[in-house]
Nanobody, 118 residues
Framework: QVQLAESGGGSVQAGGSLRLSCVRS????????MAWFCQAPGKQREWVAK???????SYVDSVKGRFTISQDNAKSNLYLQMNSLEPEDSAMYYC????????????WGQGTQVTVSS
């Protein structure tokens, strides 16, 4: 059973940076497609960034040029480098994994809180 565990959240001032990490454990399959989602209070969970098994990345428009998604060579650690943070980025951030031939993310972490003050 795949398990995901996020860390690295915290409280920063606008313009600051955070690096989120997500450790995947429970199996040795390395071809998951991975993504970061966020959910602010009272809002739906939304996609932030994703990386496929070939390493291609995509971002929601609001974070392009500020956030970078990456993973280590073993593909067991996922990262989200968050720069130039804005108060609107405040949310719970989740990492998620899906099998490459499926469209839905079936594996989720517990989340890590990011709070950006103005």
């Amino acid at each position: 059973q795949v398990q995901l565990a996020e860390s690295g959240g915290g409280s920063v001032q606008a313009g600051g940076s955070l690096r989120l990490s997500c450790v995947r454990s429970g199996d040795t399959y390395t071809s998951y497609c991975m993504a970061w989602f966020c959910q602010a209070p009272g809002k739906q969970r939304e996609w932030v960034a994703k990386i496929d098994r070939q390493g291609s990345t995509s971002y929601v428009d609001s974070v392009k040029g500020r956030f970078t998604i990456s993973q280590d060579n073993a593909k067991s650690n996922l990262y989200l480098q968050m720069n130039s943070l804005e108060p609107e980025d405040s949310a719970m951030y989740y990492c998620a994994a899906r099998l490459p031939f499926l469209s839905t993310y079936d594996y989720w972490g517990q989340g890590t809180q990011v709070t950006v003050s103005s």
